[in-house]
């Protein structure tokens, strides 16, 4: 009897609502429609408790199962895990079910978000092998049975999945106490809804590439992916963003003027450093628990507090939000000449139909109820627009044009929808039947008359020019893109070994007198390959874009760099990379293997490394031991040679700028092989030295006159190689404080040691069993050297692979090396007033300009 009373107490409330919204006053609906959807989420969250298992806990063990009418709950009682089912307010035939974390004030995350359930079958797992899943009967495919992967475990382990008090849903392997371990394997704090709670992170890993960012729901009662983002800013790091669709739409200023510190019961912070680059917050302690709400119309909010922000709300100053809000601007059509202002807020939505079918958009065009709004608006002949969520994942926006169709107004209840018409400034509708246009007075009625006589006469040509000017530049458009991308394609053909076409499962070779050729792919060969971009093959993602692992026909592996459309790189930074490493020839360099230039894709190809990167073994605690001496110091040694044939051996001149662990790879035999040149510098003639206004990198490898003054030369490579044979010989970060009297990063650690006479103490003590000690003494030796202050005082890389092969040549005393004492962070962020100084992570972006 419980449900049944609170289900009809919902939808007398909902019935409410959806009469009384209007578009128009978006910002002061969102509450209302926000707190609909808090009191539906308690009152579904009651019902599924009324049927949950009576026993209280929080944990999911290997082989459990979690099914509809089951819950996790938190050790307090906060938060609540299980499989909620509701049925579309559009469509009572669609029963969508999700699994969620609840609270009492609303649901904070959604696990399949737009990959509903249409039935009750939905389980959640942890099959043998330590895979958490999603089970469920798949209607579509026979009722056959689906799987959503939430995270798949590298190899079978023992694992667990808890429900924190945080509301984080975590899981990890087992301790043998039957604890779960403090390391965890997938956290749902790593893939965040619309709500911040309190320890999640708003930003990204630079490392890893993986971003936290908040999406809307696509309407108040579906929790599929909206049109509304927030993020942090992608070029200046300390701001956050919401976007539109592909539309910066509002910006927050950068922290400490940011806009957060309005809601003084929030403690909001910001961190930066080489590993992440995030904002997160704290409640306190009258506070409710989610920090921040993101709303189906882009409205951010403080879950029950005030002020809330949005860039489509009224004019009314209570519902804030102005400041930092850049809205795209309208067609001219839709701006008054009386008081420059938009005349298209729409005057709200009548319940009724069309006489005729109008204008249907796909549904990736018109995510939700604001993009059908928009479509409407940015077409001047727009009068009326309807936008319906078909069921969990699918929806329709339809537009009508001015005279195109009547509207038939049915009343709430009965067959129908809900209609928006837009308006002019100051017109009013008086209900009952109307046409598309919307008014029906005397006056309106003879303007009409007066348009169609005009329009009997002027049409057929007002129609054909915007239509033959639409066409031209839609052509010229095509033809532009096609000259740059036949441009590029010449310009990397012309520096290239050979360029070539590789598609279909065949090879097709021009004649060459080398052995390396780079290859021009197929899209089709590229999609085959990567068996369409597939999460499974996708190996990692940064400021670039992501990296996927492919198979070629005959059974080759290739690794597969696809430029992101969010990249800040464009043509000329793939040319100028495409170009580079074609050039470049060397075993301790990666090799390219092809590129492909189509639909708009740029691509690079390059050879697959299955032993992924240095820093992946050396800062890791269990990993590093399968790296023994010989082994790392044949990684030094490939590492300084693939330096030296950059400097001085290869075709150009080449600084890398970006020599770090996560930048070296390893073959199968451990080889190293430097990666990513994006951020390269090419010197030609006799130049070897220059100063830059962009200074890009990874701070903590930078040397200091190139962070402080923007001096590139062969040095500055140097200094990146001093700090990673210290890394190399310690298994120590350079970020990381050492020593008991002050924090000092590694080089100031390492030199504090050598000045002492304890130098020994920096070999990562695996180590001892497998070194010559005088050889790994001697790399440290090099190293200091290598990091000093001066440029002028460090060696060049054939000095260093000279001190490497020969222990008979005797080392010069280390001045003092470039180091900092660490008193903030152990990773602190870069503190500089260069104002050309953009980025310092690994999602930099520079340009390479041939000297």
């Avoid at 450093?273 to 189906?296: D, H, I, K, M, R």
């Avoid at 470049?584 to 691509?603: A, D, K, M, P, Y």
């Avoid at 006159?705 to 140097?718: F, H, L, P, Q, R």
């Amino acid at each position: 009897m419980i449900p049944q009373i609170f289900l009809f107490i919902f939808l007398e409330s909902n019935q409410t609502l959806k009469n009384s919204f209007k578009p128009n006053n978006i910002s002061a609906h969102s509450m209302m429609i926000s707190k609909a959807r808090q009191l539906f989420f308690l009152l579904s969250f009651t019902c599924s408790l009324h049927f949950a298992r009576p026993l209280r806990q929080d944990t999911l063990l290997q082989g459990e199962q979690l099914k509809a009418g089951d819950s996790l709950t938190s050790a307090s009682g906060k938060f609540a895990l299980s499989f909620i089912k509701y049925d579309n307010s559009n469509n009572n035939n669609n029963n969508s079910t999700y699994l969620g974390i609840w609270f009492d004030y609303g649901t904070t995350w959604i696990a399949n978000r737009n990959i509903p359930i249409r039935n009750d079958s939905g389980v959640l797992t942890i099959d043998q092998f330590g895979n958490l899943k999603i089970l469920y009967n798949n209607l579509q495919s026979g009722n056959s049975t689906s799987s959503i992967v939430l995270y798949s475990v590298e190899k079978t382990t023992n694992t667990s999945a808890v429900l924190l008090d945080t509301g984080n849903f975590v899981l990890g392997e087992m301790n043998q106490n039957g604890s779960i371990k403090r390391d965890f394997l997938w956290q749902s704090f790593d893939d965040p809804t619309d709500i911040l709670l309190p320890g999640m992170k708003l930003g990204f890993n630079n490392r890893t590439g993986k971003s936290w960012s908040l999406t809307s729901w696509r309407s108040h009662y579906v929790p599929a992916s909206g049109s509304f983002t927030l993020s942090l800013h992608p070029n200046f790091t300390d701001e956050l963003v919401i976007w539109w669709r592909d539309d910066i739409i509002w910006t927050s200023g950068q922290f400490g003027n940011l806009f957060l510190a309005s809601l003084d019961q929030l403690n909001f912070t910001y961190v930066s450093n080489e590993n992440e680059t995030y904002f997160s917050c704290q409640a306190g302690v009258n506070y409710l628990t989610p920090c921040l709400n993101l709303g189906s119309y882009g409205a951010l909010t403080a879950s029950g507090l005030s002020p809330g922000y949005s860039c489509l709300s009224g004019s009314n100053e209570s519902d804030f939000f102005q400041s930092g809000c850049q809205l795209p601007r309208p067609p001219q059509c839709r701006i008054s000449k009386r008081d420059n202002d938009t005349t298209f807020m729409p005057e709200g939505n009548k319940h009724g139909y069309m006489s005729s079918e109008g204008f249907k958009f796909e549904q990736n065009e018109t995510r939700s109820l604001v993009d059908c709004w928009n479509r409407c608006i940015n077409d001047c002949s727009c009068v009326a627009y309807s936008y319906e969520d078909k069921d969990g994942n699918r929806s329709e926006c339809e537009i009508w044009s001015n005279g195109t169709a009547k509207f038939v107004e049915t009343g709430s209840g009965q067959d129908g929808r809900n209609i928006y018409f837009i308006q002019e400034a100051g017109s009013h509708d008086s209900g009952g039947s109307h046409d598309s246009g919307g008014s029906h007075d005397s006056d309106s009625k003879n303007r009409r008359k007066k348009t169609w006589l005009i329009a009997a006469v002027g049409g057929p040509i007002a129609v054909a020019i915007p239509l033959i000017f639409y066409l031209w530049r839609k052509f010229k458009a095509k033809v532009d893109q096609k000259m740059k991308q036949n441009k590029l394609l010449k310009e990397i053909g012309a520096h290239a070994i050979s360029s070539t076409s590789y598609g279909n499962g065949r090879k097709h070779r021009k004649k060459s007198n080398t052995s390396h050729e780079m290859l021009r792919f197929r899209f089709e060969s590229i999609v085959s390959a990567t068996d369409n971009f597939s999460a499974a093959n996708k190996l990692g993602e940064g400021g670039y874009g992501p990296v996927y692992k492919g198979t070629l026909p005959e059974g080759q592996q290739i690794a597969i760099k696809r430029l992101s459309k969010s990249s800040g790189q464009g043509l000329v930074e793939f040319k100028n990379e495409a170009v580079l490493i074609a050039k470049l020839q060397h075993t301790n360099l990666v090799r390219l293997l092809g590129f492909c230039i189509e639909r708009e894709e740029r691509i690079l190809v390059y050879e697959y490394l299955s032993n992924k990167s240095l820093d992946f073994y050396i800062f890791d605690s269990t990993r590093k031991d399968f790296l023994d001496w010989k082994k790392r110091f044949r990684i030094i040694e490939g590492i300084a040679q693939g330096l030296l044939y950059l400097h001085k051996y290869s075709r150009l001149k080449v600084i890398h700028r970006d020599l770090k662990a996560s930048n070296i790879l390893l073959d199968n035999e451990m080889n190293p092989k430097i990666s990513d040149f994006g951020l390269a510098k090419i010197f030609g003639g006799q130049g070897s030295e220059e100063n830059t206004n962009r200074v890009v990198g990874t701070y903590g490898y930078m040397s200091p006159e190139y962070a402080m003054s923007g001096v590139v030369s062969i040095k500055t490579d140097v200094f990146s190689f001093g700090v990673l044979v210290l890394e190399i010989v310690s298994s120590k970060k350079n970020y990381s404080r050492y020593g008991s009297d002050r924090p000092l990063n590694l080089i100031g650690y390492a030199w504090q040691l050598w000045k002492e006479g304890r130098v020994s103490e920096l070999i990562d003590p695996m180590l001892n069993e497998s070194c010559t000690r005088n050889e790994v003494l001697r790399c440290i030796h090099i190293g200091l050297l290598c990091a000093q202050d001066q440029a002028t005082d460090r060696p060049t890389m054939l000095d260093v692979v000279s001190f490497l092969s020969s222990e008979t040549i005797q080392l010069a005393e280390p001045k003092q090396p470039a180091f900092f004492i660490n008193t903030v962070l152990e990773e602190p962020q870069i503190a500089s007033s260069r104002p050309e100084i953009f980025s310092l992570n690994t999602v930099s972006v520079s340009t390479i300009d041939g000297r």
